[in-house]
């Protein structure tokens, strides 16, 4: 019986600290981290140099406004507008996030909303997709944004005759 019970509780020991320590789970999590960080971080110093500070200085590519893609943070921060101030508030949440198992690569995906400064505009809303992978210095850097509109409202039906 006491090996039964010594048994059951090295598997249940194992399975604790396998799960604990599964780096897909933690890098799924500490990239949904970076993300919401990225959105804030946005609205505290702007879309353009957000994206400069938290995409990666090498090879990170951006699509978005159905241009050509921005590739590079030089080009990146130009896409979103460089040094002019934003033409409105750009906002964006996490709602998945996967992790590779090597605990180094990420992806979140989730929802933005654009809201103009243009009050005679209306706010647009879409979602994105971030790839993101940890650099020699830890930090979670995306390499790949993605971002598509979402469709506009069907228009108002005729009234009925």
Known sequence: MKTILAAAAALSLTAATAHA???????????????????A?????????????????????????GAE????PDQIY???GGDE??????????????GSSGGDMAVTT?????????????????????VWRKNGAGQWKGIVDIGNPDPPPPPPSPPAP
């Open 21 to 39: 320590a599964d780096p897909s789970e933690t890098a799924r999590e500490q990239a949904m981290a970076a993300d919401r960080a990225f959105s």
């Open 78 to 80: 130009a896409a979103y």
């Open 110 to 130: 989730g929802k933005w909303t654009f809201t103009p400064n243009d009050t005679a505009k209306k706010p647009r809303t879409g979602r994105y997709v971030t």
């Open 85 to 98: 101030p934003d033409n409105g508030k750009l906002a964006w949440a996490p709602v998945e996030g996967w």
């Open 69 to 72: 893609p921005a590739r590079g």
């Open 41 to 65: 971080r946005a609205a505290e110093i702007g879309v353009a140099r957000s994206f400069r500070e938290y995409m990666s200085d090498s090879d990170a590519i951006a699509f978005a406004g």
